[in-house]
């Protein structure tokens, strides 16, 4: 299967890319405010977040346009991200996200050891009965690539890559364990999208409490309401100022701190804090912290000019870029890593599910800690928006603190894997 040769997609101009993801963009969206009661009866079982990043996927697999051959990820993930992160933050309210109490670092520790103790579960389940799929030799042997798959799941792409090298695992291996990372995490990210549109039964079945939560979003909707007006060019050119000035900050600090951090490669991979090195994590550090310093300047009052509109929209061309990156065929390339992938996952959902039924823990907690850990600061603050945009700086802060402690949980979860491989 390696060997194939894949068909180049109909459209490889990002232009045209672009073009395509901004008008999906804009059919999901006219037609979930549309007054149509058909299309009404659709978005009220699927939510138009979910289809902003399934349709993608499906073009995507039927070769229409491809995520592999296209720069917008990149694109989006480095400069539309930040900006959004920095426009999202304006109109924090870090109270509101203290008095959300210590449910969600319970959630998102519990994500985390679902991922460390799922991973030798589904050794040891699909060894049970294919032993063959878990075996391999040298730097072959399949909990090398699993490890890496850890790292991502946990941390991010710098743990992946520490991982890669931690455990020598091989190149081959390696690019496909990165694409049961994708597939498998972006899956699960379509049930946590959908789920964010159902939150409520989720809660009721949870008897779970999310009043901190609510009391949170009427806040910023409310102080969004106090201070609105209908923007100037002016205004959308300060905002744009802000957003991608910020980044522009971002980047120039992350060009600096993290050349700077790779003088002490040695130190860093001793205590396991290569993520340090990594120029995306401080890029996001940077943004996130540019967006939270300015809120408590008079820039805040560009939220009521649509600061944060600016912020989703930049957010969900992120989403469309993520959905394009997956190619549901690719699951049948190689079905043994995929059943591992799966089970794995699944041990993770069920055990923040029965922590959340057992704190009572709103499932806005559930979505976000799992997503922190498996999908990082690029897909966190999308879920966390899948509730309010005002929740979406919840999902980043979240995020950052998977980075710090994702080669460690990595490294117990590897060590658990090589004792459960046949």
Request: charge should be neutral; include cysteine.
């Amino acid at each position: 299967m390696e060997d194939q040769v894949k068909a180049a997609p109909l459209f490889t101009n990002d232009a045209v890319v672009l073009g395509i993801l901004l008008c999906i963009l804009a059919f999901v969206f006219y037609t979930a405010s549309s007054q149509n009661k058909g299309w009404q009866r659709f978005y009220k079982f699927v939510p138009s977040l979910l289809l902003c990043y399934f349709i993608p996927s499906v073009f995507n697999s039927l070769g229409i346009i491809s995520g592999e051959d296209s720069n917008l990820y990149f694109v989006a993930s480095r400069y539309l991200l930040p900006a959004s992160l920095i426009l999202l933050c304006l109109s924090i309210d870090l109270k509101g996200i203290i008095r959300l109490g210590p449910k969600a670092l319970i959630m998102f520790f519990t994500a985390t050891l679902g991922i460390i103790i799922g991973g030798p579960i589904a050794i040891l389940a699909v060894s049970s009965f294919a032993p063959e799929i878990v075996g391999g030799n040298g730097p072959e042997e399949i909990w090398r690539g699993l490890a890496t798959v850890a790292g991502s799941w946990i941390g991010g792409g710098a743990n992946q890559t520490a991982m890669k090298e931690i455990y020598e695992c091989s190149d081959k291996l390696f690019s496909a364990m990165i694409t049961v990372d994708v597939i498998v995490a972006n899956v699960w990210m379509g049930f946590l999208l959908y789920g964010a549109g159902i939150s409520k039964d989720l809660d009721t079945k949870l008897k779970a409490d999310s009043t901190a939560i609510d009391e949170l979003k009427t806040n910023i909707e409310n102080y969004r309401l106090s201070i609105a007006k209908i923007p100037s060019l002016t205004d959308i050119m300060i905002i744009l100022a802000i957003g991608l000035g910020g980044t522009a900050l971002a980047h120039a600090g992350a060009d600096v701190i993290s050349p700077f951090m790779k003088q002490f490669k040695e130190p860093l991979e001793a205590i396991k804090l290569t993520s340090l090195m990594s120029g995306f994590f401080w890029l996001v550090v940077i943004a996130t912290t540019v967006g939270l310093v300015l809120s408590f300047t008079k820039f805040k009052k560009y939220e009521g000019t649509g600061a944060s509109r600016i912020g989703s929209a930049f957010l969900y061309v992120l989403v469309a870029t993520i959905g394009m990156k997956m190619d549901i065929m690719a699951i049948f390339d190689n079905i043994g890593l995929f059943l591992i992938g799966f089970i794995w996952m699944l041990v993770h959902v069920i055990i923040l599910l029965s922590v959340a039924k057992l704190i009572r823990a709103p499932f806005f907690f559930v979505a976000v800690g799992s997503q922190a850990n498996v999908g990082g600061a690029a897909s966190a603050p999308i879920v966390a928006s899948a509730f309010s945009p005002a929740l979406a700086p919840v999902g980043v802060l979240l995020a950052v603190l998977g980075y710090a402690i994702g080669t460690y949980g990595a490294i117990i979860c590897a060590q658990l894997m090589q004792f459960a491989s046949p």
